[in-house]
């Protein structure tokens, strides 16, 4: 027969202790408490007891045990403020008659002994936003969304060349790492895109300078592309005697993607978009000074009035032994120049005597007085250089790899 367990000696009333477990209990919470007490319980055996419990009786407690992966994630490429620091690590063209782009984009995972193992299959790479048009696609894709990218590398394609000017120049790449639906890093990066200067797209007839350019407040819905020997022409003008087409064309050749001066006084050197934009000015001028000179009450009777047609309404650049040349009043109806008409032209420049330019802007102008009709046009470059670099996305171009950026 086993001895009896010793009692604890009673408490007098209004005298009753605090269990020590009820102590426990209000500080460790109620699991833990009954985790203590059973220790306390088993205690007591095994002081009071010795021998009644040994290794076969005494329970295993197996806490499990998990491995915890502590990691950091950064976008290694694209990098740098193509801003400030454009490079070829953050800028990126469209290429080819296709219009091709590659972008790879590259993560670093740190410590660098977990780089290359199953933390990649958790990064995914998206763009925030894409050019309206573009097709995009990764080599690595990422499970069930063809549109993003997968992997601590990564290449990204752009195929396609925008419509539209505006859908170049600043973009965001985009830099996941996702477990189950849970995303547990994001990060953003800027990049700027941009597209070959002097390739012509497929289906276009003009180079994408041109193309792109001409959307903006530097172009003209009038201009057209021409390989010409100048930088611009106003076929209306300069070509009167055998040009049909629309009054108001006005055309532009590849000359202007150089550099030259304004031929206003200030003589300033432009390039680029704002040779462009200046030379588009000039040619613009000129078909106001045909629209102008058509007002005048010239004879009409051999050209008929100004309309889409050659050799029409007020003659340009023929002599006045040219039977057309009409830059004169048949008052008597002759429909010849005698003396009773009035010359319109008294210095047979093209520019009516009541359009000719002031001394003051001959005086300015780069052509002086030996030709009004093309001052007057000179007299029209007044737009300074880099007024449109910030709609300028070509490569080469005033935004690509340039300090000089205003985007």
Known sequence: ??????????????????????????????????FLRCLVVLGILASNFPGALDAA?????????????????????PTGDPVTAGSADNEFTFTGAGGVATIPVEAKVEPARLSGGAIGNLIKWTFVSLPAGVTLSWNTPWPGEPSAGRGETAVATLTGYPASNSQFGARAVKMEVISGSKVLISKTTNIELFFERNRTATGRAAPNWFFYWNQTPAGDPNAEHRVLPVFGRTPALRLWSTYSGSRQSVWISDAVTGVDARRDATRQSISGIDLFANTVRHEVRHVQQVFDNNGQPFFSGVTGVLRNAA???????????????????????????????TI????????????????ADRAACFSGSSGDVECQAELAETSPEDTFLVHDWGDPGKQHRTTAHND
């Open 1 to 34: 027969m086993s001895p009896p367990i010793p009692q604890a000696p009673r408490t007098a009333p209004g005298d009753r202790r605090a269990s020590p477990f009820n102590a426990v209990a209000s500080v460790v919470g109620s699991s833990t408490a009954l």
């Open 344 to 359: 319109l032209d008294t210095d047979a420049d093209d520019l009516a005597n009541s359009l000719e330019p002031t001394s």
């Open 57 to 77: 009786t005494v329970p295993k407690i197996t806490v499990p045990k998990k491995k915890i992966t502590v990691f950091r994630a950064s976008i290694l490429k």
């Open 311 to 341: 050799a029409a309404g007020w003659s340009f650049n023929i002599p006045t032994s040219d039977g057309r040349w009409n830059h004169f009043t048949d008052s008597d109806g002759s429909g010849t120049l005698t003396g009773p008409d």
